[in-house]
């Protein structure tokens, strides 16, 4: 009788294990959460930087202008742009071995060729809101929130690149080079 008191008691440990991990977890993704809300609420509060609301009123991006071009025509939904970019995150997540700072994509001058998006297809949200304000030659600084972002799960862009935590703030340094498609 005794051997088999054994196997309840270890099944209660592992599935007590298995719900403490399962509770650091999702404390490490609450705690990320709330660190990139809180990121997003500072840069709202900065007056150097703008809103701009989606146009699907999801949520808002905050920008600063870093550089003023000489495009005088709007991009448009429908147009595609060609740009230098980088972004990076805004704070540690020890679990993923981020660090503030630490870049998750970028395509610049060095790199070759621009990227090319269409604004209406290959964009997060918060891209085609800020696209759609930047006209040739503009270079912005923008603050996406995640709801406007990736969302709230995590986001791998290819088997080989490491996954963008959900709820992750997207801060993106972006160059209009070329436009499109403008009507």
Known sequence: ???????????????????????EKDNHKERWMITNMGAINTIKANPEY??????????????KVLKTGDGTESIMYTSSVGCYYK??????????????????????????????????????????????????????EIWIPYQLGYGRNDYQASATSPPIPGFSTLVFEVEIIHVIGVN
């Open 50 to 63: 703008k809103e701009l609301q989606s146009p699907g009123n999801e949520g808002s991006i905050y920008y």
């Open 1 to 23: 009788m005794k051997k088999y008191g054994f196997y309840p008691v270890m099944l209660l440990m592992v599935f007590n294990f298995m719900i403490s991990c399962k509770e």
């Open 87 to 140: 972004g990076w995150y805004i704070a540690d997540y020890p679990e993923y071995s981020i660090k503030t700072g630490d870049k998750f994509d970028q395509q610049l001058f060095d790199d070759g060729p621009p990227a090319y998006f269409s604004v209406s297809g290959g964009a997060i949200a918060g891209w085609k809101t800020a696209l759609q304000h930047m006209k040739k030659g503009d270079k912005w």
